[in-house]
């Protein structure tokens, strides 16, 4: 049941991201263009989506388990670092170099589009390299 | 600035990004989890028993859905203008951003939003920011 509620939460993500029109990199870059012709939409998408989001976060803030049962997995971290500052302003980077954040890009990649699937693979890697490092660092 | 009146699309927008914020709904109220795209796909790289599923089953979700929107509105619009090389960079710096900032639009800008987390917030706004200041060294100062 489980994998079930995940697979149409996927689906149902990517439809709102293909109605959006999120799913296409450049409407995201027309948004990231402050200084050119601005397209706005992104913002209503998040207004859109933070609603939804606050009544579901509040709810789920109050019980201990799922509806199905499952243990509540809440980000617990509350340290503002370096780590967090410099990761995103790095994602950002990248966001705008390509218009694609992880979520659009696997879209297109499952719309037939080659280029996404290259941008979800280097996005592995440089995951993949992060751990590598972290683990390095761990062992001294 | 100068909003692009064509482009601007307020209701498409807003619909989707409900439908959206609906899918981030189900999946904590249900599974409890956070619908953060990049640790989804990142939890795969380090996977630990049970865990894993879930994962496969949100990204086949993704996968799937363009093809589940077809069925209905036809073939989604997706315009890719930057080249291969390109692609392979900006997934690059993506992949090492979201991993050291522990989230990406989703996980940060939209879940982190909804829960208020100050955490979030800070990350939302650097992202946006250099997202900003890329696009515009980009366009307006190397072409």
Redesign the interface.
């Known amino acids: 049941m489980?994998?079930?509620?995940?697979?149409?939460?996927?689906?149902?993500?990517?439809?709102?991201?293909?109605?959006?029109?999120?799913?296409?990199?450049?409407?995201i870059?027309?948004f990231?263009?402050?200084?050119?012709?601005?397209?706005?939409?992104?913002?209503?998408?998040?207004?859109?989506?933070?609603?939804?989001?606050?009544?579901?976060?509040a709810?789920?803030?109050r019980r201990a388990?799922?509806?199905?049962g499952?243990?509540?997995?809440?980000?617990t971290?509350?340290?503002?670092d370096a780590?967090?500052?410099?990761?995103?302003?790095?994602?950002?980077?990248?966001?705008?170099?390509?218009?694609?954040?992880?979520?659009p890009?696997?879209?297109?990649?499952?719309?037939?589009?080659a280029?996404?699937g290259?941008?979800?693979?280097?996005?592995?890697?440089?995951?993949?390299?992060?751990?590598l490092v972290e683990r390095a660092r761990a062992r001294g | 600035m100068t909003i692009d009146w064509n482009a601007f699309t307020p209701w498409p927008a807003t619909v989707g990004g409900v439908v959206l914020g609906a899918a981030v709904a189900l999946l904590v109220l249900a599974n409890g989890r956070v619908a953060g795209i990049s640790g989804i796909v990142g939890g795969l790289l380090k996977p630990r028993g049970g865990d894993i599923g879930w994962r496969l089953a949100f990204i086949a979700g993704l996968l799937l859905s363009p093809l589940v929107y077809s069925g209905f509105a036809g073939v989604p619009r997706i315009t890719i203008d930057a080249s291969f090389p390109i692609m392979i960079l900006a997934g690059l710096v993506v992949g090492i951003g979201v991993r050291y900032g522990g989230g990406c639009t989703s996980g940060h800008g939209v879940c982190g939003i909804s829960r208020l987390s100050p955490r979030s917030v800070v990350a939302t706004v650097a992202f946006i920011a250099t997202g900003f200041a890329t696009v515009y060294v980009l366009r307006h100062l190397m072409s």
């Open positions: 489980a994998l079930i509620t995940a697979f149409v939460a996927g689906l149902v993500f990517g439809l709102g991201l293909i109605v959006a029109g999120m799913a296409n990199p450049e409407k870059l027309n990231l263009d402050l200084a050119g012709n601005w397209d706005p939409s992104l913002l209503f998408v998040m207004v859109g989506a933070i609603a939804v989001g606050m009544v579901a976060f709810v789920a803030a388990s799922s509806v199905l499952l243990p509540m997995q809440l980000p971290t509350r340290t503002i780590r967090l500052v410099g990761g995103s302003l790095l994602f950002g980077i990248g966001w705008g170099l390509a218009g694609f954040c992880p979520g890009a696997i879209v297109a990649f499952g719309a037939g589009y280029k996404a290259a941008f979800i693979a280097a996005m592995l890697v440089g995951m993949a390299v992060v751990d």
